[in-house]
């Protein structure tokens, strides 16, 4: 048997699938590359359009903020200006308070006062009343006894401790009212 | 033939981790930007300084629950405090009430409020006045006696003048030296005047925890405490009919 002589592959078939396979790799390589640019080409217009948005709206904001600023340091400004009525009011309203308590007080005492005069006044009415009937009395023992010889001596005597017992209680009742007017 | 596809092995991964590392490494794109980001509800929105002393009509709770008393007697005139403890209910001293012909409360305001019934306590110095008119504040009651060192502060009318808020501590408690109350009674450095009788004492949070009765020689104040005032309250027979001259 004789054996065939084995025979090599040939090489020069291996150079083309090699640049066959470079050529596929490339191509994948170069789509690749074009889809990430593509994609970041995307990605940056995307950014600056919404960069532009949000500057636009931050610009919006921003002048919002100034104008509420505004409006809260005028508001502010009308808060002190009322706080400070507000606390002038109630002053003037307890210092009003306290004066027509003050009045009612006075009044009440001159209330008193009066009802006091008055019953001072018919006091001294009733003792010059009495006085008065005092007077009388004794006047009219005067004359009984002028002429004592008219009248039983017994109606003098009994006449006359009535009139006594009526100066006394009217001096009593003036002495009370002295004393009462000297307090 | 087998290194061939073994490269193309390689190659294939490393495109493929190229593409997936790169994705990673990529910007994403952006979000699109919403309409309107304010908050619909603010967060962390702190009240205006001096917010907290708001009322109806700029008068704090303290001072719109305290009353002034006009006694009225039939040969001679007083004046006390009293303070609400409901709408139709004022606590005052027995001795600012006593040997009265007619009572007249007055509010921090000036306002005249139409007294009822009157009636005092046998065992304290301590009287309950009930007004047909409507009070316009009045304050709760505190949980306990307050302890040494707990801030005072007694909102009355002292000499009869205007409605004074003054603030002091609580110095301990004493035997009562008039000898008005059953018990100890609170001593504090708030400073009162005679027309301060029945003034309302107060702790940090406004509740009572007493009523003034007395001043003590050195300018210390003398208090109901507010357990004596809560024990008379709930003795239905702790108030009798005050009697007049």
């Not at chain 2, 305290?66 to 006390?80: D, F, H």
Request: proline share 6%; with cysteine; charged share 20%.
């Amino acid at each position: 048997m004789t054996e065939a002589p084995v025979v090599a592959a040939p090489e020069p078939e291996r150079a083309p699938r090699r640049r066959r396979g470079g050529s596929r790799v490339l191509a994948i390589v170069l789509v690749a590359t074009i889809a990430v640019g593509a994609y970041l080409w995307l990605t940056t217009v995307r950014w600056q359009r919404t960069a532009t948005e949000w500057e636009t709206k931050a610009h919006g904001y921003a002048d919002e903020v100034a104008s509420l600023r505004l409006q809260l340091d005028g508001a502010n400004a009308e808060l002190k200006a009322a706080r400070d009525q507000l606390s002038t009011a109630t002053s003037r309203i307890t210092d009003l308070a306290n004066e027509k308590a003050q009045l009612g007080d006075e009044n009440v005492a001159s209330q008193q006062y009066l009802d006091y005069q008055t019953q001072v006044s018919a006091a001294a009415a009733t003792v010059a009343s009495a006085l008065g009937q005092c007077v009388s009395g004794q006047e009219q023992l005067v004359g009984y006894l002028k002429e004592a010889d008219q009248y039983e001596p017994a109606d003098l005597a009994r006449y006359e401790r009535e009139v006594n017992a009526l100066c006394a209680d009217a001096e009593d009742a003036n002495e009370a009212l002295q004393r009462e007017l000297r307090q | 033939m087998r290194w061939s596809a073994r490269s193309r092995a390689v190659l294939a991964g490393l495109v493929l981790t190229g593409t997936l590392g790169g994705c990673g490494v990529l910007p994403p794109l952006p979000d699109p930007v919403p309409g309107d980001i304010v908050p619909s509800t603010p967060v962390d929105l702190s009240p205006a300084a001096g917010g907290d002393a708001l009322s109806p009509d700029g008068f704090d709770a303290v001072e719109r629950m305290a009353v002034r008393i006009r006694n009225v007697g039939c040969e001679e005139l007083s004046t006390g405090s009293g303070f609400a403890i409901d709408e139709h209910t004022l606590i005052t001293n027995k001795h600012v009430v006593a040997d009265s012909k007619d009572l007249e409360v007055s509010t921090y305001d000036g306002h005249d409020i139409t007294v009822g019934a009157t009636s005092t306590a046998g065992l304290a110095d301590l009287a309950v006045v009930r007004t047909t008119d409507p009070l316009p504040s009045h304050p709760e009651l505190a949980q306990a006696d307050p302890e040494r060192g707990d801030p005072v502060t007694v909102v009355g009318y002292p000499a009869g003048g205007e409605l004074t808020v003054t603030e002091g501590e609580v110095m301990g408690t004493t035997r009562d030296p008039l000898n008005a109350n059953l018990g100890e009674v609170l001593l504090t450095d708030a400073p009162v005047e005679p027309g301060s009788s029945g003034s309302a004492a107060l702790d940090d949070q406004g509740r009572v925890i007493g009523v003034v009765y007395a001043k003590t020689a050195d300018d210390n104040s003398l208090l109901v405490p507010l357990s004596t005032l809560q024990d008379m309250l709930a003795d239905d027979t702790a108030f009798t009919p005050a009697k007049g001259c």
